[in-house]
T-cell receptor, first 117, second 110 residues
Framework: EAQVTQNPRYLITVTGKKLTVTCSQN?????MSWYRQDPGLGLRQIYY???????DKGDVPEGYKVSRKEKRNFPLILESPSPNQTSLYFC????????????????FGEGSRLTVL | EDQVTQSPEALRLQEGESSSLNCSYT??????LFWYRQDPGKGPEFLFT???AGEEKEKERLKATLTKKESFLHITAPKPEDSATYLC???????????FGTGTRLKVLA
C-alpha cells in the first residue's frame, strides 16, 4: 500500500531532550516536506527537500533540523525541544518536483502529536 | 508576502443544503491553488489543483473554481459524510513552499 509513515504518532517529552520524528514513504517520491499544525495558525511548512541531500527552509524552521540521506526517509530532528514546539506534525511527499506542470498533490502521513513539557 | 485566508471558519449545513467555501489568496505568480480535506485525527487528503483563472474541477458533490484573487469550493447537496475541515493552499512561482489557510470546518447535519 502506498503510504507515508510517521513515527512516533504520539510523544510526550521534556524540555531539552533531543528527539527525532521519522518519516518514510514507499512511493519513490522526490519531494518531501514537514509541517506543523496549530489551532488558528493552520499548516505551516518547516522544511522541505527536493531530493537526496537537497533540503531548504520553510516558513518556521527555527529549532528544527532535517536530513535527506535516502530518497524514502526524511527525519525531523528537535535538538533541544521547547514547549512552543508542542504541536501536531505532518510529513508529506509528492511524486514530482513542484516546478513542473502537474497536480502538485501532497501525500500526507497520519501525523505525530508532540507535547513538550 | 504570500497569504491565504479562508472563510467562514466554521459552517453548519443541513443535509442537501448547498453552499460555498471561500479561499482568498495573494501570491507572487500562482503556480497552483490546492484544496484538501482533513478528517479529525488524519492527515489532509488531496482534492483538487487549479492553475489559472477560470479553471474549474469537479469531484462528486464538490466543485472548485478559481479567479485571480480567490477560489470557491462549492458543495452541492452535501451529505453527513462530507463533514470535515477543508484546507486551501497556494504555491507561488520560484518557490517550493506551500502556504496553507487555516481551513473551514464543515458540519453537515442529517
Amino acid at each position: 500500500e502506498a503510504q507515508v509513515t510517521q513515527n512516533p504518532r504520539y510523544l510526550i517529552t521534556v524540555t531539552g531532550k533531543k528527539l527525532t520524528v521519522t518519516c518514510s514513504q514507499n512511493m519513490n517520491h522526490e519531494y518531501m516536506s514537514w509541517y506543523r499544525q496549530d489551532p488558528g495558525l493552520g499548516l505551516r511548512q518547516i522544511y522541505y527537500s527536493m531530493n537526496v541531500e537537497v533540503t531548504d527552509k520553510g516558513d518556521v524552521p527555527e529549532g528544527y533540523k532535517v536530513s535527506r540521506k535516502e530518497k524514502r526517509n526524511f527525519p525531523l530532528i528537535l535538538e533541544s525541544p521547547s514547549p512552543n514546539q508542542t504541536s501536531l506534525y505532518f510529513c508529506a511527499s509528492s511524486p514530482n518536483l513542484p516546478g513542473h506542470l502537474n497536480t502538485g498533490e501532497l501525500f500526507f502521513g497520519e501525523g505525530s502529536r508532540l507535547t513538550v513539557l | 508576502e504570500d497569504q491565504v485566508t479562508q472563510s467562514p471558519e466554521a459552517l453548519r449545513l443541513q443535509e442537501g443544503e448547498s453552499s460555498s467555501l471561500n479561499c482568498s489568496y495573494t501570491v507572487s505568480g500562482l503556480r497552483g491553488l490546492f484544496w484538501y480535506r482533513q478528517d479529525p485525527g488524519k492527515g489532509p487528503e488531496f482534492l483538487f489543483t487549479l492553475y489559472s483563472a477560470g479553471e474549474e474541477k469537479e469531484k462528486e458533490r464538490l466543485k472548485a473554481t478559481l479567479t485571480k484573487k480567490e477560489s470557491f469550493l462549492h458543495i452541492t447537496a452535501p451529505k453527513p459524510e462530507d463533514s470535515a475541515t477543508y484546507l486551501c493552499a497556494v504555491r507561488g512561482s520560484g518557490t517550493y513552499k506551500y502556504i496553507f489557510g487555516t481551513g473551514t470546518r464543515l458540519k453537515v447535519l442529517a
